[in-house]
């Protein structure tokens, strides 16, 4: 039996994606063969393709960040899961497939009464936000922030976890998307027209506690400038090369020695350690089920049909999240 999926040939644009057949295998030891229900695209799944970070594996491979799906069958000594067992992973590459094999030690249980296109995207983009907002800053009730991208994936889950924490929120947007915005109590600021740093010292003059940024590093200097005196700015953008990536690291610690009382920290998903994701993905599993967040789909899609969702994320128009379906789900 065989089973389909994206396949990134070589670096570049979309002409370098295929659908390819695979044979299908038994799951090693230790290892759980998945059926993929969800699987999201994110800004990574196009920034790995065109090369632009920095540790890539190299092509061939299969794009996809995380996934939601059904335990189809499980290799020796696999006790964590079992067969018909609904399931997701954070694995950084594989998830655009049919099928997707892997440890299952580090799979967690997913409530079968979430919708799985809501759900998956909580594997990476809201465990980001969640993080960050209550692990990294640990935020209180009326403390001041900026969201820079906020219109996307995971500006969507800052301003939706952000509104829950009782965050006073700026965010940064094109004109289109302010709605999303202020639907969240986040006061949009247009980065075409307006700049930022301009409204946040006329609306904050006393400054804000943090910078929320998801884009460059080239934002950093301007943060800085509209954070208070023990304001912290937390960086989760990657780098878009090693030589980008050794840049940023200068910047972290250069900006970190200035005497102005401001802090710079970068964040990525595995520096707090994997211990910490179940405990989190539970915790929004149940905030999703109770209605107090509700991921924005822009579009959900065939998960073959992988190149029309990159084609929409790259071309900056997308609010929110896509996500891919198995078709028993895409027709529903």
């Known amino acids: 039996m065989k089973y389909k999926s994206v396949l990134v040939t070589r670096r570049g644009g979309l002409e370098a ?7 299908l295998h038994s799951p090693l030891a230790g290892e759980a063969r998945i059926r993929v229900l969800a699987t999201p695209v994110c800004q990574d799944d196009v920034a790995i393709r065109l090369g632009k970070r920095p540790f890539l594996k190299k092509p061939p491979f299969t794009p996809g960040y995380t996934c939601i799906g059904t335990v189809e069958a499980v290799g020796e000594n696999v006790t964590e899961v079992a067969v018909g067992d609904r399931v997701a992973a954070l694995t950084q590459y594989g998830c655009h497939a049919e099928i997707i094999y892997w440890d299952a030690a580090e799979l967690v249980h997913v409530p079968e009464t979430l ?3 809501e759900a998956t995207t909580l594997i990476l983009n809201y465990l980001v936000a969640y993080q960050i907002l209550h692990r990294v800053a640990q935020v209180k009730p009326g403390d001041k922030a900026l969201i820079i991208g906020a219109s996307g994936g995971g500006g969507t889950a800052f301003l939706q976890l952000g509104q829950l924490a009782g965050l006073k929120m700026y965010g940064l947007a094109s004109a289109s998307k302010h709605a999303i915005l202020t639907g969240y109590g986040a006061a949009p600021i247009d980065y075409h027209r307006q700049d930022f740093v301009e409204v946040i010292r006329q609306t904050e003059p006393g400054g804000l506690d943090y910078v929320f940024n998801g884009m460059g590093e080239e ?22 090369s090693f030589t980008r990536f050794l840049l940023l690291v200068v910047k972290l610690i250069f900006y970190n020695l200035l005497p102005n009382g401001k802090t ?15 405990e989190d993905w539970a915790r929004l599993f149940e905030l999703l089920a109770a209605g107090q967040i509700k991921p924005i789909i822009a579009k959900t899609l065939p998960i073959l049909d992988a190149v029309t969702a990159y084609e929409m994320l790259e071309s900056g128009s997308v609010t929110g999240n896509i996500v891919l379906l198995a078709p028993e789900l895409q027709q529903i």
């Open 17 to 23: 994606v295929r659908i390819v057949e695979n044979e």
């Open 219 to 240: 934002y950093f200097e301007r943060s800085l400038s509209i954070l208070k005196r023990g304001g912290k700015l937390i960086h989760y953008g990657g780098p878009q």
């Open 264 to 278: 710079i920290i970068g964040y990525g998903t595995h520096r707090l350690g994997t211990d910490l994701f179940k």
């Open 115 to 117: 919708d799985p296109a």
